[in-house]
């Protein structure tokens, strides 16, 4: 398997990884996710890592650069279902990954870009309700 696959469900991204990832395939996830947000003008993108036993430190700091350069591009990261050594690693490596959030589960993930996009969205419809005017 040379590509992670990664879903659009509408402003948002879906990503499921199901396997353990080596150094190239996580490269070309970060690679393919970025081309993804600007080519849909997703404003959300969800990260589900709950297969995954191990992260290394590659592996952390690409969850963090997919949210830094998310972030740049207007979009929100969220990591959801990390395992409890996942988390430990994680911390035990120093790293923080900035511009990722995380949640529980998939379900409260897609709660968190909803809310965390959602007043951007009403300041949209607002200013498009302005324009018509």
């Known amino acids: ?7 659009r469900m509408g402003h ?3 990503v ?7 150094d190239r395939l996580a490269t070309n996830l970060e690679s ?13 993108v969800l990260i ?13 700091r690409i969850l963090g650069n997919i949210g830094s350069m998310s972030k740049i591009m207007d979009a929100e990261t969220v990591v959801v279902g ?16 900035k511009g990722v959030h995380t949640a529980l589960n998939v379900e409260r993930g897609m709660q968190l870009l909803k809310e965390r996009i959602g007043s951007d969205d009403e300041d949209e419809s607002e200013a498009d309700e302005d324009s018509f005017e």
Do not use: C, H, W
């Open 32 to 44: 393919d996710l970025v081309q993804m947000v600007n080519k849909t003008g997703a404003r959300g």
């Open 82 to 97: 990390m395992q409890p050594a996942v988390a430990i690693t994680l911390i035990e490596l120093g790293l923080e990954l």
């Open 1 to 7: 398997m040379d590509r992670i696959p990664i879903l």
């Open 12 to 14: 948002f991204l879906l």
């Open 16 to 22: 499921t990884i199901q396997i353990d990832l080596y």
């Open 48 to 60: 589900d890592i709950s297969a995954l036993s191990i992260v290394d430190s590659f592996m952390g």
